[in-house]
């Protein structure tokens, strides 16, 4: 599992260095894997530095708090915050270092980024087959591999839902308020039903083929049209 991890590790910074999609553009700085991380010099970053403990215990001191890091545990260094980690055992790491592009961002994402920035929790336990280590599994044994059609695509692809997935972690205790719910406009039957009648407006259609269609009654699906759509 290691050589596979740190192959991927080799292919990511060889090929991946932005991410971008839907109004944010992010510069990834490194990608790292650390089999056996003891101890570092306190320091500080300009950009983001994300932390995933594959195996090991250890301490994470940031601005000065220590922290507990185990198995399973994200830990978040800010921009221009002293920190250091330290292990007695070693500590088998995976690790990102990344920075929104604010040129190529809209305000949305300039203005999530600034709150990241100021966030407290920056230690946080999770499973193992929670979406941010799953994703960055998927995404290291992918680029390990170094082949397929689409292999540039998917990897690129790969990177950016990572990066989108931790910042998620650190912001979701945040009401994030920047995003509107989306108003529900009609149910997925309801959908389902109008796409089988578009996409057979050549045939005779009949309220009962389309019913059988969607495994429902006429009678319910007649409901349907006239109580959602009038």
Same mark, same amino acid.
């Given at each position: 599992?290691?050589?596979?991890?740190?192959?991927?590790?080799?292919?990511?910074?060889?090929?991946?260095?932005?991410?971008?999609?839907?109004?944010?553009?992010?510069?990834?700085?490194?990608?790292?894997?650390?089999?056996?991380?003891?101890?570092?010099?306190?320091?500080?970053?300009?950009?983001?530095?994300?932390?995933?403990?594959?195996?090991?215990?250890?301490?994470?001191?940031?601005?000065?708090?220590?922290?507990?890091?185990?198995?399973?545990?994200?830990?978040?260094?800010?921009?221009?915050?002293?920190?250091?980690?330290?292990?007695?055992?070693?500590?088998?790491?995976?690790?990102?270092?990344?920075?929104?592009?604010?040129?190529?961002?809209?305000?949305?994402?300039?203005?999530?980024?600034?709150?990241?920035?100021?966030?407290?929790?920056?230690?946080?336990?999770?499973?193992?087959?929670?979406?941010?280590?799953?994703?960055?599994?998927?995404?290291?044994?992918?680029?390990?591999?170094?082949?397929?059609?689409?292999?540039?695509?998917? #990897? =690129?692809?790969? $990177?950016?839902? +990572?990066? @989108? %997935?931790?910042?998620?972690?650190?912001? !979701?205790?945040?009401?994030?308020?920047?995003?509107?719910?989306?108003q529900k406009t009609s149910s997925l039957t309801?959908?389902?039903?109008?796409?089988?009648?578009?996409?057979?407006?050549?045939?005779?259609?009949? #309220? =009962?083929?389309? $019913?059988?269609? +969607?495994? @429902? %009654?006429?009678?319910?699906?007649?409901? !349907?049209?006239?109580?959602?759509?009038?």
């Open positions: 599992m290691t050589a596979n991890l740190i192959a991927g590790k080799i292919s990511l910074n060889e090929r991946v260095h932005r991410t971008q999609g839907n109004g944010m553009s992010f510069h990834v700085h490194y990608w790292g894997v650390m089999p056996k991380h003891y101890d570092n010099v306190p320091h500080e970053h300009s950009f983001f530095e994300v932390c995933y403990v594959l195996e090991g215990k250890g301490t994470y001191i940031d601005d000065g708090r220590l922290y507990s890091v185990k198995e399973n545990t994200l830990f978040l260094s800010r921009p221009g915050v002293l920190h250091h980690i330290k292990s007695d055992r070693g500590l088998f790491l995976l690790y990102v270092g990344f920075e929104l592009v604010e040129s190529e961002s809209t305000e949305k994402w300039i203005k999530l980024i600034e709150e990241v920035k100021r966030c407290s929790k920056v230690v946080i336990d999770v499973k193992e087959d929670g979406t941010a280590p799953f994703i960055w599994r998927s995404l290291l044994n992918h680029a390990a591999k170094g082949e397929g059609a689409f292999f540039e695509e998917i #990897l =690129t692809n790969l $990177a950016h839902s +990572l990066i @989108l %997935s931790l910042i998620n972690t650190f912001v !979701l205790p945040l009401n994030y308020h920047h995003q509107k719910a989306v309801l959908n389902l039903a109008k796409l089988y009648i578009k996409d057979n407006l050549a045939n005779s259609i009949k #309220l =009962t083929d389309t $019913a059988t269609h +969607l495994h @429902l %009654s006429s009678r319910h699906l007649s409901r !349907l049209f006239k109580t959602e759509l009038g």
